[in-house]
């Protein structure tokens, strides 16, 4: 591992600070490519047209026509919070609009990822005119040619990369498909169905819907797209973060779902104060539980209700899940770290992991645990539907794309993989159990010609020292209130420290008492997930961040990686 500094343009520097941005943020910003103070403002009126979006426009049309002649539509979802945050905001936004209109989602161990022919036939049987898939269909080739032959119509929303075959659907928005110039192409499936529902009430303004009432506020679906967006660990360009800025925006007003505002009081949070943390770490993981351990509708039940008190029963039983996959992934975690620790040899490029009672709905987060431990592409299996398959979930690191070495693992051996789908960070398959061994070598080999040896060293980057007068609580809420996340990572900083004292808390955790270099005062800090004791000095690459304990607030410093002075 090595600790850098990230480079950060002094001119850009300078030039944000004589805007008036704060210097700490205007340093932060220069160093994530922001050259000018307008590049922040965050006005629904600064986000990409929708017209920019291929398809947009038609698939408006499609579902216009289906209001107008009264046909019922069916949204088939995803079941993680991406998923879900985009099932319900088609539903808010489409029965508002005036559309008849249902949803579905699979259940994760019973029939897997997207829309699926057996899933076609649950559906056939509510007699749809029209499914609409929110963050996946992209790949169902065979799902959506199976509803043509029953004589229903199918709308992809998607953002996953395609295959080399396009679904036959009726329209096919996706920004990642062939020919689309949509900039944002991180934006995420709840993003791409918030476009899709803007391009609708501007078809229905042309045929003067709106006459004889009020036009939906659709911004008021802002907080189910900011959670959806962040939840789903998508880069943060300036469109995503646009999205995500107002629907903070609006839950810090006091005007989010009830749902959203249970899910944090259930979490021990204000919903007046909720940011992007919340978002990725809190409201994202309980949703998420739903769909991991036992069924979606609970989650998108709970970002559809506007009752509060049904809200905080839906809320109460998410974070009721939420404690349980945390216990099966401590449990999961501790297997993963003593099967490499049992390794005869040191992974190579790759990692794989199986173990035959493993949960489907946590591989994902062991995968991504692993990850972080080794610095390596890993997939870890679990058993699938049947003993004779494996159901995988990989992470990657950067420079690897994970999606892309799954399509070159089906290239050269045809047949290994069943089925596979993703991003370049993440992405599931399934492949036959006797398979495993086969899979596990080819993804080996390719990942280390696809991965160089440099590529393989842990570089944590930072943004440099933070002078002592910004260790403050004012300093810890002022960057705990921006938004940050995946391709606009929050501050991290590095410094040389003494540690004073550090004592296990939590069994999982050390907490700190620790002196900076150079100066006199005693900070607090937690190292969590390690318990490996640390030397008297040590340069470490930490955050800094607001710690609340009954009601009293102070500034946190976290170590993310440590390494000898």
């Not at 590049?39 to 579902?63: G, H, I, K, S, T």
């Not at 019973?110 to 057996?118: A, I, M, N, W």
């Not at 070495?405 to 370049?424: E, M, N, Q, T, Y």
């Not at 930490?542 to 710690?547: A, D, F, H």
């Amino acid at each position: 591992m090595k600790i850098v500094i990230r480079p950060c343009a002094e001119a850009d520097r300078l030039r944000l600070e004589s805007a008036g941005v704060h210097p700490l943020l205007a340093r932060l910003y220069a160093a994530r490519r922001i050259s000018s103070a307008a590049q922040l403002e965050q006005d629904f009126a600064q986000l990409l047209a929708p017209a920019l979006l291929a398809n947009a426009d038609r698939a408006a049309r499609l579902l216009a026509d289906a209001i107008e002649e009264r046909k019922k539509l069916l949204i088939v979802a995803d079941y993680d919070a991406d998923g879900a945050t985009a099932c319900a905001v088609g539903v808010r936004a489409l029965r508002s609009l005036g559309a008849t209109v249902d949803y579905l989602v699979p259940n994760r161990m019973e029939l897997g990822y997207g829309l699926t022919p057996e899933l076609v036939d649950i559906a056939a049987k509510r007699a749809p005119d029209l499914l609409i898939t929110v963050d996946n269909g992209i790949a169902s080739v065979e799902g959506v040619a199976h509803a043509k032959r029953l004589g229903i119509g199918t709308l992809v929303t998607d953002h996953h990369l395609p295959g080399d075959t396009l679904p036959d659907a009726e329209c096919i928005v996706n920004p990642n498909q062939p020919g689309c110039g949509f900039p944002s192409k991180a934006i995420a499936g709840v993003g791409v169905m918030f476009y899709v529902m803007l391009a609708l009430r501007a078809e229905l303004r042309n045929r003067k819907a709106f006459e004889n009432k009020a036009e939906p506020n659709l911004a008021a679906l802002s907080d189910l797209v900011a959670l959806g967006t962040v939840a789903d660990v998508v880069p943060l360009d300036a469109n995503n973060r646009i999205l995500v800025s107002q629907g903070l925006k609006r839950l810090r007003a006091g005007q989010g779902k009830a749902g959203l505002n249970a899910l944090a009081r259930a979490a021990g949070r204000v919903p007046g104060n909720t940011n992007c943390f919340d978002l990725g770490f809190i409201l994202g993981p309980r949703i998420n539980a739903a769909g991991r351990l036992a069924d979606m509708s609970l989650g998108i039940e709970c970002l559809l209700t506007d009752d509060e008190a049904h809200a905080a029963n839906c809320a109460q039983q998410l974070d009721r899940l939420n404690r349980e996959r945390r216990k099966i992934e401590g449990e999961m975690l501790d297997e993963a770290s003593a099967a490499l620790d049992g390794l005869k040899e040191s992974p190579g490029a790759s990692l794989v992991l199986f173990e035959k009672g493993w949960h489907q709905g946590v591989v994902g987060l062991i995968a991504s645990r692993m990850k972080e431990r080794v610095h390596r592409p890993v997939v870890c299996f679990s058993t699938g539907n049947t003993k004779n398959e494996l159901r995988g979930s990989g992470r990657s690191i950067p420079g690897f794309h994970l999606r892309d070495a799954l399509d070159l693992v089906s290239k050269r051996a045809p047949g290994l993989i069943l089925k596979f789908g993703g991003h370049a960070q993440a992405a599931g398959l399934t492949i036959r159990a006797r398979d495993l061994e086969r899979f596990q070598a080819l993804f080996e080999q390719i990942a280390a010609e696809l991965l160089p040896e440099a590529a393989r060293a842990r570089v944590v980057e930072t943004d440099g020292e933070l002078e002592a007068a910004y260790h403050s609580l004012d300093v810890a809420q002022l960057l705990e209130a921006q938004i940050w996340g995946q391709g606009f990572p929050p501050p991290l900083f590095c410094g040389s420290f003494r540690v004073e004292d550090q004592r296990v808390v939590g069994e999982r955790h050390l907490k700190l008492r620790i002196r900076k270099d150079g100066e006199r005062a005693i900070l607090e800090a937690m190292r969590f997930n390690s318990l490996d004791p640390l030397p008297s000095r040590v340069r470490a690459a930490y955050r800094l961040g607001v710690n609340e304990f009954n009601g009293l607030k102070r500034p946190q410093i976290t170590f993310e990686n440590v390494e000898p002075a």
